[in-house]
């Protein structure tokens, strides 16, 4: 967390501050919380979810390795423990005390009733929202999510030089046949990344774009998102009912 972004946050007082991909220092954390921020952070294994419990954050986010978009492991040179959903959020909820928000792979109520019923407080969607009018998704990362690609995500480093889901594209094509040739790290490879993109997309190739996306994919729906939030409320208290 960059010093500018401190300031921002402290001075504008958003009432959540989410972490990814670590957690920033003792004096950066205690700022936050002068500031009455809610702060949260993603875990991918036990080890990270125990250091943002010292770290006195107040909530864990559980990411499973269904999940879209990057990663949250704080050092991507480990051997990544790639645990699902289901078994991570109920591991953090035994073994932590903290609230666990459930990432990865939800995608309508009765994922959001499973997370709960697993322990979670609350679940946590990102892929589900990307087909949403409101969302910046370009029209070839749309018909790609609600077509038959999205039956097909991979893990793959070579679109930003850190492990994130994506669908399965010609960029990640290449990098599949390029391996084992590393990128260069983050953000260096995702800003070259996203040159490439533009230069394809004004010729109208839109296989090169960082197209995140969670293995529930095919479960996105391209509806509002208001329209989507009042489905997922119906989903969820239907399940719940039906498991009374
Ligand atoms: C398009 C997209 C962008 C995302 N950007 C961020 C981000 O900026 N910061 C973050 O903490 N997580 C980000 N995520 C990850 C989500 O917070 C969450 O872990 C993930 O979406 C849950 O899995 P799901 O996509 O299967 O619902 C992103 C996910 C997607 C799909």
Partial sequence: MLDAMLDLLVRTKPAVVSFHFGLPNAARIAALKGAGCVLLASATNLDEAKAIEAAGVDGVIAQGYEAGGHRGVFDPSLPDSALGTLALTRLL????????????GIMDGQGIAAALSLGAVAAQLGTAFVACPESSADDGYRAALMGEGAHQTVMTEA???????????????WADAAAPIAPPDYPIAYDAGKALNGAAKATGEFGFGAQWAGQGAPLARAVPAASLVEALIKELADANRRAL
């Fill in 93 to 104: 909820v035994a073994q932590t005390s903290l609230p666990v928000i459930s990432a990865g």
């Fill in 159 to 173: 679109l930003s030089g850190r492990p994130a889901r994506c669908l399965s594209n010609r960029f990640t094509h």
